[in-house]
């Protein structure tokens, strides 16, 4: 098949499978030429396929030597479709990594079932024994808790109304957008879906179940952001579960005295859980341009290869005073963010394409779905049923 890119406003419905690959292999060189890193060698990574915990897979695996599961909700080619991105890259991963002798294996299910835990653990004891870290980077729509309640996760403000200035993804435009506040039901639901009830959930099951080796390292992502948009991010619904997730990394430390729980706060990136967060894209395309004026501007790959290079493994783990490890540094550095500032009071339909880099914004976005690579020859007809080596 002929695949080709079929946009609907912040989602792509199609994927290329060699286009996906690429992306996978040029993250795999990035790490080997930074070089390897003392780090874990048995790692379990819940939410493998894509954005950060796909670049936490890879530099796992090519700058530790790590073994690694991957834990992953994604959809397979029926032959008519095309299979999802993340799909593709992990397809791409297992076997880039088995080329190189790397043990690889995955899961495609509900991270958050008691049924997809248990099958992790199975996998761990049979292969490898026991995992010495466990990296928590999902990005969900909705949780079904074991009660069978099903909860979902909305992204609101939790004070009033916040009107902003928007990109319309439709046509490039500037538009103003409200974003409306939530109810308690639309918060405590966004809190069960993205906070670290379920981060617990997994520590609590591997420790209990013997496959979690002593002094395991676990990381789980948040974000910050600027002031500007607190009322939707920091202070909104999905800030509230971001709390949560970090208060959880101190009660996963009192309850399992040997095991490391980190927060590590990420910079803000288009992925597809970012790129459906109202107002957020347009900071993101004029940050993309500041921050590649400055020559700071990092990528997943960039961001997960820094942290395990120069804070998680180094000899000394630098944290802000929560306890927090710092990757978004480099974003909220004032000199980025000044100059970010200006270019928001004065961004409009006419200058958006000078003041932000909206070309840079999309490109990302069709990379994530393997399309505008310039190497893949995308009029070849394609095999879109693709198989994970380890599912087969
Ligand atoms: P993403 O959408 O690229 O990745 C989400 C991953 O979770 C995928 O592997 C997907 O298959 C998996 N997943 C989703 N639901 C699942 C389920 N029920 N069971 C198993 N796997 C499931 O998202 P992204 O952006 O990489 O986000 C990962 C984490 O990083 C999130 O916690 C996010 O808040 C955080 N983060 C993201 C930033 C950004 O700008 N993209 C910035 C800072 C933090």
């Known amino acids: 098949m002929i695949v080709e890119p079929k946009v609907r406003e912040f989602i792509c ?3 290329h499978p060699e286009g996906c690959r690429e992306n996978v292999k040029r993250q795999i060189a990035y790490v080997k030429e930074k070089g390897q890193v003392c780090g874990p060698k048995k790692v379990l990574v819940i939410g493998a396929s894509t954005g950060y915990g796909l670049a936490s897979r890879i530099t796992a695996a090519f700058a530790c030597q790590a073994a690694t599961i991957g834990i992953m909700f994604e959809k397979p080619s029926n032959g008519k479709r095309t299979a999802t991105p993340g799909w593709y890259n992990t397809a791409a991963f297992e076997e880039l990594a088995q080329e190189e002798g790397l043990y690889a294996k995955s899961i495609n299910g509900d991270a958050f079932s008691a049924e997809v835990k248990q099958q992790a653990i199975d ?34 403000t939790t004070t009033g109304a916040f009107t902003e200035k928007s990109l ?7 538009v103003t957008k409200t974003v409306e506040p939530a109810n308690e039901e639309e918060l405590e639901g966004t809190i069960k879906v993205m906070g670290g009830e379920d981060w617990m959930d997994w520590m609590d099951a591997l420790t209990d179940a013997g496959v979690l080796a002593d002094h395991a390292v676990t990381v789980a992502y948040s974000y910050i952001g600027p002031e500007l948009t607190y009322p939707i991010y920091t202070e909104g619904t999905i800030g509230q579960a971001k709390k949560h997730l970090t208060e959880t990394a101190g009660r996963i430390h009192e309850k399992h005295p040997g095991i490391q729980a980190y927060i590590s706060v990420n910079k803000a990136l288009v992925t597809q859980a970012s790129a459906a967060i109202p107002i957020v894209p347009l900071y993101f395309a004029i940050l993309y341009k500041v921050m590649k004026e400055q020559g700071t501007h ?20 630098p944290t802000d005073p929560q306890g927090r490890i ?5 974003e909220l550095a004032p000199q980025v963010q000044g100059a970010v500032m200006d270019c928001w009071k004065e961004v409009n339909t006419e200058n958006v394409e000078k003041l932000s880099d909206i070309e840079g914004y999309w490109e990302d976005f069709y990379h994530m779905f393997g399309f505008h690579l310039d190497n893949v020859d995308y009029s070849r007809d394609v095999e879109i049923q693709v198989e994970i080596p380890s599912l087969v």
């Open 168 to 174: 319309d993804l439709r046509n490039n435009t500037i």
């Open 123 to 156: 996998m761990i004891r049979a292969d490898l024994g026991q995992v010495d870290m466990v990296i928590y980077s999902l990005a969900a729509p909705r949780r079904t808790t074991a009660d069978n309640k099903t909860w979902s996760s909305t992204l609101k």
């Open 13 to 15: 419905t199609t994927a």
């Open 326 to 330: 710092r990757m978004d540094d480099w």
């Open 298 to 317: 990092e990528g997943c790959i960039e961001q997960i290869s820094r942290l395990f290079h120069d804070k998680l493994f180094a000899a000394e783990i």
